[in-house]
């Protein structure tokens, strides 16, 4: 087997911080030596730009195959939009392809991943069979992974469960990382396993079959997982949910019910401690009395501890407390202060006034 010209498609939803990854990807297989053929991307991608990007054949990713797969299976089934997906396929059948790369891309139906000799790999930056899907850097911070990797496949019709080809690296996760940190770094390595791949499938190795389920990262899940469950969710699980809601921007932002109502969480601090333990987790305690962005916020017991949340009701107000850094930070309230605004001696008085005032009360003073 020799790999020579390949098809890149480069999707929409690949990182693109400072560097994009995608033009990284396509300058290593460049330098390694690989022809690339042809590119399926996007008609308004920024990497249209490039003038090495602009030199190349160049397929615009239909609309049909821009959707959810089962949107675009059922789209596929009219007659009209099968003949403009298969005009479009029969000009990529024109080339010479020996594999075709999917780098965040969509689901491609088979009509398209059989076309180069050795048909398509994909890079997921995830362990499969473990974490599928799209948000593998989300449950890996909820679910408390300590290292994680990515993996490179062959493109079959279901989603991540071709042959598994490639590997990369160990990536550690702190206590302190974001899904963000993890993403970027998983998509460096990505590069390189992809890379990697390709020389692996030149030498006909055998490949492992993904056998198990596994789970699946997805974002209806993750909508599921976005609220304080106060009779689960412990301290170290609901620092986990802040770094994997607040350490990204998916539109998924951490939420939390108080007597009732619904409130947006920008940030929150956590003070683990055996006091008052019989209190049911969930009760509102106070409003923290403090100086800073904390003052007049509420103060919620939780499992093991309490909890100092910086809350509201609309998503816009404090956009800056969106990123959480993946570091250590400075604590911003004082465990001393935190029991004075209990104050226990009137704690039934001062919980039925934030009852009755509770959306007035937090906006005070932020």
């Not at 479009?88 to 790369?101: A, H, M, S, T, V």
């Not at 469960?161 to 160990?170: E, H, S, V, Y």
């Not at 994997?244 to 998916?250: E, R, T, Y």
Request: net charge positive; aromatic share 12%; charged share 30%.
């Amino acid at each position: 087997m020799i790999i020579n010209n390949v098809l890149l498609y480069l999707g929409r939803n690949r990182p693109t911080g400072r560097d994009d990854y995608g033009m990284i990807l396509f300058e290593k297989l460049e330098k390694e030596g690989y022809n690339i053929e042809g590119l399926i991307i996007y008609k308004d991608d920024p990497i249209n730009l490039y003038p090495e990007v602009k030199m190349k054949k160049r397929f615009f990713l239909p609309d049909e195959l821009k959707l959810k797969r089962t949107e675009i299976i059922e789209k596929l089934k009219i007659d009209e939009v099968k003949t403009n997906i298969n005009n479009w396929l029969n000009e990529i059948r024109k080339l010479n392809l020996d594999i075709g790369i999917v780098f965040y891309g969509n689901w491609i139906p088979s009509e398209l991943f059989s076309i180069p000799r050795y048909g398509f790999i994909n890079y997921h930056p995830g362990p499969l069979p473990y974490l599928r899907g799209m948000e593998p850097d989300t449950f890996a911070i909820l679910e408390g992974w300590k290292k994680i990797w990515g993996t490179v496949h062959k493109v079959e019709e279901d989603f991540d469960k071709g042959d598994l080809i490639a590997k990369t690296g160990i990536y550690k996760i702190s206590k302190y990382s974001t899904p963000i940190q993890v993403l970027y770094n998983l998509t460096m390595l990505g590069v390189d396993a992809i890379l990697k791949s390709l020389d692996k499938l030149e030498t006909k190795k055998n490949f492992t079959k993904i056998q198990s389920s596994g789970s699946y990262a997805t974002l209806k899940k993750a909508k599921e997982l976005s609220f304080i469950d106060f009779e689960k969710d412990n301290c170290e699980i609901i620092w986990r949910k802040l770094r994997a809601f607040c350490g990204q921007d998916i539109g998924i932002r951490l939420k939390v019910k108080i007597n009732g109502e619904e409130f947006i969480i920008f940030d929150l601090e956590l003070y683990k401690t055996k006091i008052l333990t019989k209190i049911k987790p969930g009760t509102l305690m106070g409003l923290y009395m403090g100086r800073g962005k904390f003052r007049n916020q509420p103060i919620l017991k939780v499992k093991d501890g309490f909890c100092i949340m910086l809350v509201d009701n609309e998503c816009e107000k404090f956009f800056r407390e969106w990123i959480i850094p993946p570091r250590k930070r400075k604590r911003r309230t004082s465990f001393k202060l935190l029991l004075k605004s209990i104050n226990l001696k009137y704690n039934s008085i001062i919980i039925e006034i934030i009852k009755s005032y509770l959306n007035r009360l937090i906006k005070i003073n932020i």
